[in-house]
């Protein structure tokens, strides 16, 4: 069985940074293309960023709100894929879920259809 799980969230001010951890059992993350969500109460799922596998061309997608303030990255070492958030602000808050995928290899931005493997998430809270 394949579980996802993030790690790294917690309560911080305006302008503070987190960086959030998405690590795997059952798989190893580097093979997989891993999307970064969150999602407020009340509110749809939003892709926030994603990173390709490491088999295939390198590439990596922002959404427009967290471009310059947010980087995805990978640590193949610790077969971890994190999400460096900095100038956090208030509307970041919510709950941010990391996905893999188990087909393409690549991501396809902010779109969720190809995700096979979901974690159950980690609060984020930005307090002005």
């Known amino acids: 069985e394949v579980q996802l799980v993030e790690s790294g969230g917690g309560l911080v001010q305006a302008g503070d940074s987190l960086r959030l951890s998405c690590t795997a059992n059952?798989?190893?993350?580097?093979?997989?293309?891993v999307g970064w969500f969150r999602q407020v109460p009340g509110k749809e799922r939003d892709g926030v960023s994603c990173i390709s596998s490491i088999e295939s061309a390198p590439y990596t997608w922002y959404l427009d709100a967290v471009k310059g303030r947010f980087t995805i990255s990978r640590d193949t070492d610790k077969h971890t894929v994190y999400l460096h958030m900095s100038s956090l602000k208030p509307e970041d808050t919510a709950v941010y879920f990391c996905?893999?995928?188990?087909?393409?290899?690549?991501?396809?931005?902010?779109?969720?259809?190809?995700?096979?493997?979901w974690g159950q998430g980690t609060q984020v809270t930005v307090s002005s």
């Open positions: 059952g798989i190893l993350l580097d093979g997989h293309a």
């Open positions: 996905a893999a995928d188990a087909r393409f290899g690549r991501c396809f931005g902010q779109d969720d259809f190809q995700y096979d493997y």
